[in-house]
């Protein structure tokens, strides 16, 4: 089998969460890049809170990582929100933001220079065995 998925999500955000401090964070989303977020906030030990407008989504995370979970408000407030849903989506708050639609964030630049960090290691140490085993190399 030559294909399989990986996320390296969670490992951008370690990277960042070693460079910052904080205590508490918000998850704004409930599909696989706020799953991603999670796992990382997770093995931080880092309180946070998910906000989704999907129910069922946002409760298995909630109850994955045994965290409180709530519908979408116009108002935030943690040392970190990160946001895991649409362009559209707007809000108000009042700590850090990671907004991986706004190229302007610098929280946003830093996670995809350690994702595209991250996917550049997977990438070559895949190809470098698919070479070794498919060509004699």
Not at 78 to 87: E, G, N, R, S, T
Request: proline share 1%; with cysteine.
């Amino acid at each position: 089998n030559l294909f399989y998925g990986t996320n390296t999500d969670y490992k951008a955000l370690l990277k960042i969460l070693n460079e910052i401090n904080i205590n508490k964070a918000i998850i704004i989303g409930s599909g696989g890049t706020a799953e991603g977020m999670a796992y990382a906030l997770f093995k931080k030990n880092i309180t946070f809170e998910i906000y989704s407008r999907n129910i069922k989504t946002r409760s298995e995370m909630a109850k994955k990582y045994q965290v409180n979970h709530y519908d979408l408000q116009n108002n935030y407030s943690a040392d970190l929100i990160i946001k895991c849903v649409p362009k559209d989506v707007n809000f108000n708050y009042n700590g850090l933001i990671l907004d991986i639609y706004d190229e302007k964030n610098i929280l946003s630049k830093m996670f995809f220079t350690y994702l595209f960090e991250e996917d550049f290691k997977l990438w070559f140490s895949i190809n470098k065995n698919y070479f070794k085993n498919y060509f004699n190399l």
